[in-house]
């Protein structure tokens, strides 16, 4: 199965950014809400930059999700031999050993990974990455950013500050001001794009995103196959010890559909249980206990893949399955801290392109309690 939505399928404003990344000397920022085809913009270009120049390049990605999702991707262009995809903490580790730049035993990994990007901007650095794309940019630190830029002739980066999960990470205004900047919009005004810009408005009730042009197109769902979009989302009320047996009869339903399923949660203690009862009616999914396992997951494949919110950040399943929000579990409440938890239900209700099941208990946080009411067609 594709994961990639084929070319001629692009909008024309879509196919316009492609060439125009591929010719543009300076460094390009794309930023739009999801589905807006930023990820493909910059594969496809970077399809186009490798052909015409046969040259390796570097792609940076955020999480170990991301990095196994690319590497599908990038397989199905044809392109992964010319395409040195790393994490930027992996990537600047290696910098600091290059350098023989050394930690403190006594500090803990985040003091001495600041410390490490505190001394490479020290160095004089070569631009030796002829082009790096930069997934998720809204997630990277503002040392990350200054190394990237030394490090880079050019730079395409790609986000949406509305999807970031962090504090403390780059500001939109740095972004704009060292690149050119492009804005994506939903393609069409249907009622897919409707439910999307619905949502946004749920969580964060701005007008930051320009609302999708009124003209002839029909809808985005006008696509064939697998690349067709129907936004929806389904609220499925139960008690909390009856949560596991309702995402296993989900999954039941969703067998016949020959789709991509993605179970979003954040907490990986409730994962590990539901994966224990699973195993025990015989139900197939993919759970990776060492996070790192991602890498080599096959994003191709219709088995149910469990998946935490910071790993499904810009990726895109054909349906979702959202449990264990709940108002006691850690992350949660670290993020209502950080004023962050709209952030990561938006990237979590966002990532389904036909249907988004919302699994509530007494014990679901009140935002996520609330919105049935928030969306009604």
């Given at each position: 199965m594709s994961i990639l939505k084929p070319y001629p399928q692009l909008s024309q404003e879509q196919r316009d950014l492609i060439d125009f990344c591929t010719n543009t000397k300076g460094n390009i920022f794309l930023e739009g809400p999801p589905w807006s085809g930023k990820t493909l913009i910059c594969l496809y270009s970077l399809r186009n930059i490798v052909k015409e120049n046969n040259i390796r390049l570097l792609f940076m990605v955020s999480n170990n999700a991301m990095h196994g999702y690319m590497s599908t991707a990038l397989k199905e262009l044809g392109i992964s031999e010319n395409v040195n995809i790393d994490s930027k903490n992996k990537l600047f580790w290696k910098m600091a050993g290059k350098y023989r730049i050394s930690v403190n035993i006594d500090?803990?990994?985040?003091?001495?990974?600041?410390?490490?990007?505190?001394n490479l901007l020290n160095e004089e650095l070569e631009k030796k990455e002829s082009l790096t794309i930069v997934s998720e940019v809204q997630?990277?630190?503002?040392?990350?950013?200054?190394?990237?830029?030394?490090?880079?002739?050019?730079?395409?980066?790609?986000?949406?500050?509305?999807?970031?999960?962090?504090?403390?990470?780059?500001?939109?205004?740095?972004?704009?001001?060292?690149?050119?900047?492009?804005?994506?919009?939903?393609?069409?005004?249907?009622?897919?794009?409707?439910k999307l810009i619905r949502i946004k408005d749920c969580f964060f009730n701005d007008i930051e995103y320009v609302e999708p042009k009124?003209?002839?197109?029909?809808?985005?769902?006008?696509?064939?196959?697998?690349?067709?979009?129907?936004?929806?989302?389904?609220?499925?009320?139960?008690?909390?010890?009856d949560e596991f047996e309702a995402v296993a009869d989900k999954i039941k339903t969703l067998q016949g559909e020959n789709s991509r399923v993605a179970i979003i949660s954040p907490d990986n203690n409730r994962f590990a249980e539901l994966s224990f009862y699973l195993r025990n009616h015989d139900i197939e999914h993919n759970y990776y206990e060492i996070n790192r396992?991602?890498?080599?997951?096959?994003?191709?494949?219709?088995?149910?893949?469990?998946?935490?919110?910071?790993?499904?950040?810009?990726?895109?399943?054909?349906?979702v399955?959202?449990?264990?929000?709940?108002?006691?579990?850690?992350?949660?409440?670290?993020?209502?801290?950080?004023?962050?938890?709209?952030?990561i239900l938006y990237v979590s209700m966002t990532r389904a392109r036909n249907m988004?099941?919302?699994?509530?208990?007494e014990n679901t946080v009140e935002e996520l309690k609330g919105f049935e009411g928030e969306i009604t067609y």
């Open positions: 500090s803990d990994y985040y003091e001495n990974y600041d410390s490490i990007l505190t997630d990277y630190l503002p040392k990350e950013w200054e190394l990237i830029k030394r490090i880079s002739q050019k730079i395409i980066c790609y986000g949406d500050f509305k999807q970031a999960l962090y504090d403390n990470k780059l500001d939109r205004e740095t972004i704009i001001n060292d690149c050119i900047h492009k804005q994506l919009n939903y393609p069409y005004k249907d009622l897919s794009t409707n009124n003209d002839n197109h029909s809808s985005l769902s006008q696509d064939n196959g697998a690349y067709s979009m129907s936004v929806g989302y389904n609220v499925i009320d139960v008690r909390y010890e396992d991602l890498r080599d997951h096959d994003f191709t494949s219709t088995t149910p893949l469990f998946i935490s919110i910071f790993n499904a950040e810009g990726l895109q399943f054909d349906n399955i959202l449990f264990g929000f709940d108002e006691s579990n850690y992350i949660i409440q670290m993020k209502r801290k950080e004023n962050r938890l709209k952030s988004t099941y919302i699994i509530r208990s």
